[in-house]
């Protein structure tokens, strides 16, 4: 008889004999069969959980059974038979995973040991220790061994493309502290013999036209002549003089203000109060433009903006000159924009002109260093292309934004917003 986990088990009784998988004690167990006139099945296979056997068995001897004695083992787990014993069963607990064989002897009274008797069993393993499970530790191990590699890659390469990219801002803020010390020393160096080629050009020119012009008798034609030549180009030489002079210095602001140098004197500043500063420094331009029409549109009330005076009115003197630089007749329209219409955290000013427009593909280039429309070349007071660039630069700073709407022949408009100051509304 074999007792599974201490419960004593009818085998003949087994409800699924037909499958031989019949449920005991909440687990599935398997057989092949009974043995008949005996309770033990035949070629049982238990699961892990039902790996506590007790055996019984008994040997006859008519003469004298109360001198049989017994003895057994399982190979594999008892490396010899157990004491001779009177009992006539033996009990396993916990018997480990795999094919088992019960070897049971008797002796009677003639102290001999008889042929031992074998019992095949097998407890089947864990669903921790299958072959399924096994594959599957395998499988993660590698799994995780692949992650680990994965891993360590991916945060060398990191950190890599890191350290490059470090390097690189490193090598290009240097490059750029180089570029602008650079332009400085060259754009100092420049500018003061510079201001004496102008200003002795202005002297001649002076002269000329005071003392020498109106002294040469009018019978002295060629003399006349080469002097007058001489009076125009002494005036494009105070020109383009002037021109170079506007360039080194509009170089030197920009790099001023792109390498961070720049000190900015932030302050509460009223919207009309720029707009009107603005005005009056451009009013020269005007008086040679007769057929411009200056205009302004400005709505209250308006709230104040954080701003650095001086540098937004240098934004307006410089769109307001290319307004006026771009257009034949009409007009000009320097404004702010409804704060109704608008959130209040900023103030949107725009400078409007009738002028010739900016080409679509153009939009997003007069922003860029050197970049001027080439049609508008022609016949126009050249600039250097730098104007822009340095207002954009200047709205950065503000936490601003500057941008231009344009219809070729049509005219243009350039927009800037600059935040407001709060509860600051006149
Ligand atoms: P600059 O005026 O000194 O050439 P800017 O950076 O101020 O340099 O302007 C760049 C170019 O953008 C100008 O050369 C011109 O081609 C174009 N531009 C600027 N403002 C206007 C405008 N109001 N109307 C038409 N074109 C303009």
Same mark, same amino acid.
């Given at each position: ?107 009677? *009274?003639?102290?001999?040991? !008889?042929?031992? /008797?074998?019992?095949?069993?097998? @407890?089947? =393993? ?5 072959? $399924? ?121 920009? *790099?001023?203000?792109?390498? !961070?140098?720049? /000190?900015?004197?932030?302050?509460? @500043?009223? =919207? ?5 500063? $603005? ?148």
């Amino acid at each position: 008889d074999v007792n599974i986990n201490q419960q004593f088990i009818d085998f003949h009784q087994l409800t699924d004999s037909v499958n031989r998988h019949p449920t005991v004690l909440g687990n599935k167990i398997s057989y092949d069969s009974v043995a008949s006139f005996y309770n033990y099945p035949v070629g049982l296979t238990l699961p892990y959980r039902l790996n506590h056997l007790t055996f019984f068995f008994s040997a006859l001897d008519w003469a004298a059974p109360h001198k049989i004695k017994y003895q057994y083992k399982i190979d594999g787990l008892d490396q010899q038979w157990s004491e001779p014993q009177a009992e006539p069963f033996a009990d396993y607990r916990n018997i480990p995973p795999g094919e088992h064989i019960l070897r049971i002897r008797a002796m009677s *009274s003639t102290q001999k040991w !008889g042929a031992p /008797v074998e019992y095949r069993f097998r @407890v089947r =393993p864990p669903w921790w220790e299958t072959t $399924a499970a096994y594959l599957f530790y395998g499988l993660s191990a590698i799994g995780l061994i692949w992650l680990g590699i994965n891993w360590r890659l991916r945060y060398m390469r990191l950190s890599y493309e890191k350290d490059t990219a470090e390097t690189k801002a490193r090598l290009a803020a240097e490059a750029n502290e180089a570029k602008s010390n650079f332009l400085s020393t060259i754009s100092h160096e420049l500018r003061t013999p510079l201001t004496s080629i102008i200003g002795f050009a202005k002297i001649n020119k002076k002269n000329l036209k005071e003392k020498v012009l109106p002294n040469i008798p009018d019978d002295h034609k060629k003399m006349k002549r080469s002097a007058q030549r001489n009076f125009s180009n002494l005036d494009i030489m105070i020109q383009e003089g002037q021109r170079l002079a506007d360039l080194i210095n509009e170089l030197l602001d920009l *790099s001023k203000i792109e390498s !961070g140098k720049v /000190v900015w004197k932030m302050e509460s @500043v009223q =919207p009309n109060d720029l707009i009107q500063h $603005a005005i009056n420094a451009t009013s020269s331009l005007f008086t040679q433009k007769t057929e411009v029409e200056l205009k302004t549109e400005i709505p209250s009330p308006l709230p104040s903006v954080s701003a650095d005076q001086n540098r937004i009115l240098q934004v307006l003197i410089n769109l307001i000159s290319n307004a006026v630089k771009f257009t034949e007749s009409g007009q000009i329209l320097i404004g702010v924009e409804d704060t109704k219409a608008q959130t209040e955290e900023r103030v949107t000013f725009f400078v409007q002109d009738s002028g010739m427009g900016i080409p679509k593909n153009y939009l997003d280039q007069v922003f860029e260093k050197f970049k001027q429309v080439e049609d508008h070349q022609s016949g126009k007071p050249k600039g250097t292309g730098l104007g822009l660039p340095i207002c954009k630069e200047i709205l950065e700073a503000h936490r601003g934004e500057i941008w231009v709407e344009s219809e070729e022949g049509k005219g243009s408009t350039f927009f800037f917003t600059l935040p407001t100051i709060e509860k600051e509304v006149i």
